[in-house]
């Protein structure tokens, strides 16, 4: 007779195991739940909250993740600027084909699109008390991350939103006049991508005013890129 040898964990449940010892670390303490559960099933009921905030933040950092079908741009990986008409439903500008995730959430609504994510960490950036909502012309900075596609001219593409402006229709007369938010992943600054947003903005609408209040930051910015449809400031 030989002694029984209890089998050793399967290679597949390590990772298992290796994240729930680090999501057990991040339940806060003291948690209390309605009934007496084990402290994994008090993780999972927090995970979603984790993963919500690693979202978030890595919009911020890095933009929200977005998809689009263009045509196929051998050894280009160059920013590209898209955009979204809310008030009017359109959602192609150019070449550029949003997906749906660039105007919608999860479950069909604005909460969850890649333009309300952007407004989220634009708002925890700058301290503002509201992201700006489901209105307005959105022109999004996009970044690509990775192609497919076959022979054929139109590739589906993944990447970021690396920046952002909204633009206005503010008295209702079928022009969009005042930009309302101007916003940059932070990864992403220091590289023109504002400047070429608004510039894109100028050159489409009759832009008349930026609405503050603006960041210190935000006034630099405006400061190196007066409207040349107005005359300079004295």
């Known amino acids: 007779m030989t002694d029984y040898e209890f089998p050793r964990t399967p290679e597949i449940e390590k990772p298992y195991r290796t ?3 680090a999501l057990a670390a991040l339940v806060p303490p ?12 008090e993780v999972l009921s927090q995970f979603q909250l984790l993963v919500d905030s690693a979202e978030l933040v890595t919009a911020g950092q890095l933009g929200p993740h977005v998809s689009w079908v263009a045509p196929r741009r051998d050894g ?54 509201f992201a700006p909502g489901e209105a307005g012309v959105w022109l999004v900075m996009l970044a690509p991350v990775s192609a497919s596609g076959g022979e054929d001219d139109q590739w ?11 633009v206005y229709d503010r008295d209702e007369d079928g022009t969009y ?18 400047r070429r947003l608004l510039a894109e903005a100028r050159s489409r609408f009759p832009i008349t005013s930026v609405e503050g209040p603006y960041t210190d930051d935000g006034t630099a910015f405006l400061d190196a890129c007066p409207n040349p449809r107005l005359p300079p400031q004295d």
């Not at 003291?30 to 099933?41: A, I, K, N, Q, R």
């Not at 593409?157 to 952002?164: D, E, I, P, Q, T």
């Open 177 to 194: 006049e005042s930009v309302g938010h101007i916003w940059t992943a932070t990864a992403w600054q220091r590289r023109g991508i504002a």
């Open 19 to 21: 994240a729930y010892k």
């Open 156 to 166: 589906f593409y993944n990447g970021r939103v690396a920046g952002f402006v909204v």
């Open 30 to 41: 003291h948690t209390v739940t309605p009934e007496e559960t084990s402290d994994f099933l």
């Open 76 to 129: 280009d990986w160059e920013l590209i600027i898209s955009g979204v008409d809310l008030d009017d439903d359109a959602h192609d500008f150019g070449d550029v084909q949003l997906s749906t995730n660039a105007f919608e959430g999860p479950s069909g609504g604005w909460h969850g699109s890649a333009p309300d994510r952007a407004g989220i960490a634009y708002k925890r950036a700058c301290g503002w008390d």
